[in-house]
């Protein structure tokens, strides 16, 4: 009976898994609790009406319909068993497994005050891209129909988190709120609509160096984003952001300021690090159980004096080598040298033709950098036509300012919003 190994979670991590063995004389069943695989880095393109959510989303049946050893089961994990070696999908099915990899990624982590969730979106799904969305879009219909002064909670946009995610979002809707969508709206003028960019720390993108975050800044700035430092959150709620620096009505609230690893994390019953990731060993599998991988998000792997960032690269080369380390076993070798982490440099996109970029060493901002911020991000995503159709969109929206996808169609994040 061939060895059956099971993979929770079909993001980059998983699928890299998956793929790499593609020839492999095993089962594979790939679990995810949604049908598609989300390609994370342009989904704050959705949220801001730039890119459509077939764009950046594939159906993981169609990714791995070619491989003939995989089976690919749609469900959400609720219990695993290591002793058993058994995981149960909330349906009521159960899977054995020799060998499971947990890429499960991450969720919103509020720092204990999960009661702000009620009153702010994080953006981490399709489901979450397209509610942020409609909260903008709602937000400019209900501005539109009021007096100046009943309209400043509408058009108050406040982003919680100066990381990139934070700064991706923050100049998105800056840039979408004064350049597209004013045009469409009479009684809206540009000097209505603020976006606030609040982040605790002394400076946004703070993993980079002073130079390329002050440079961050600067563009954010430039294209209206008041960005607030060392800007401690202390409520959220139906009225807006309190501060310690004052008070935000709003009622269009968007949350990046931290994440957590996924709750299937907690059900291996292992050590895990502050932010919820499970101790592995130096490949990548449980220090009691050789048996049990965890990749991606959901793992704390040494680099350096912290851990591996949870980004998409480090998730490609972590399940990339957890395949060489199940390959290895099935043809009865020992496993390989342990898993080493290749930083290829970090990016983050600012506005239009803005972004910086730290490649090895070498930093740059502006235009190159955003053209080789667009460049990486469409060669990584899976599919020609998804490449191609977001090249068009890209060249559309750079040329004419206007996206294609603002439409409100009854997505709404229960207690969120307006």
Known sequence: MKQRILIIGAGFGGLSVAKSLGQADAELVVVDRTNHHLFQPLLYQVATAALSPGDIAVPIRGILSKQAN????????????????????????????????????????????????AHSTGLKTLADALSIREQLLRSFEKAESLPPEEAIPYLNFVVVGGGPTGVEL?????????????????????????????????AVLGAYSSNLSESARAAL????????????????????????????????????????????????????????????????????????????????????????????????????????????????????????????????????????????????????????????HVAQLISFRNRFRVMVEWFWYYVTFKGGFRLITGVRRSGAGV
Not at 179 to 186: A, H, I, N, S, V
Not at 279 to 295: A, E, K, Q, S, W
């Open 70 to 117: 995989v089976t690919v089961v749609m469900g959400e994990v609720v219990g695993i068993d290591r002793e058993r070696k058994a995981v149960a999908l909330d349906d009521g099915r159960t899977f054995t497994y020799d060998d499971l990899v947990i890429a499960t990624g991450s969720r919103h982590h509020y720092f204990g005050q999960d009661a702000w969730e």
């Open 221 to 376: 700035e430039q294209i209206g984003v008041k960005v607030l430092t060392n800007t401690r959150v202390r409520q959220i709620d139906a009225t807006g952001v309190s501060t310690i620096n004052g008070f935000i009505p709003s009622h269009t609230i968007i949350w990046a300021a931290g994440n957590q690893a996924s709750p299937v994390v907690r059900m291996l019953g292992v050590e895990t690090d502050r932010m919820g990731r499970a101790m592995v060993g130096p490949n990548l599998h449980l220090p009691d159980d050789r048996h049990v991988f965890v990749i991606g998000d959901a793992a704390h792997v040494p680099f350096g004096t912290t851990a591996v960032p949870g980004v998409a690269q480090g998730a490609m080369q972590m399940g990339r080598h957890v395949a060489k380390v199940l390959t290895a076993r099935l043809k009865g070798r020992p496993d390989p040298m342990p898993f080493q982490y290749r930083d290829l440099g970090n990016m983050a996109t600012i506005g239009r033709a803005k972004a910086i970029a730290d490649i090895q060493g070498v930093e740059f901002s502006g235009t190159m950098a955003w053209l080789l911020w667009s460049v990486i």
């Open 170 to 202: 923050a100049g998105a809707i800056s840039e979408i709120s004064r350049k597209t969508m004013l045009g469409d709206f009479k009684r809206i003028k540009p000097g209505m609509v603020h976006v606030y960019l609040i982040e605790a720390m002394p």
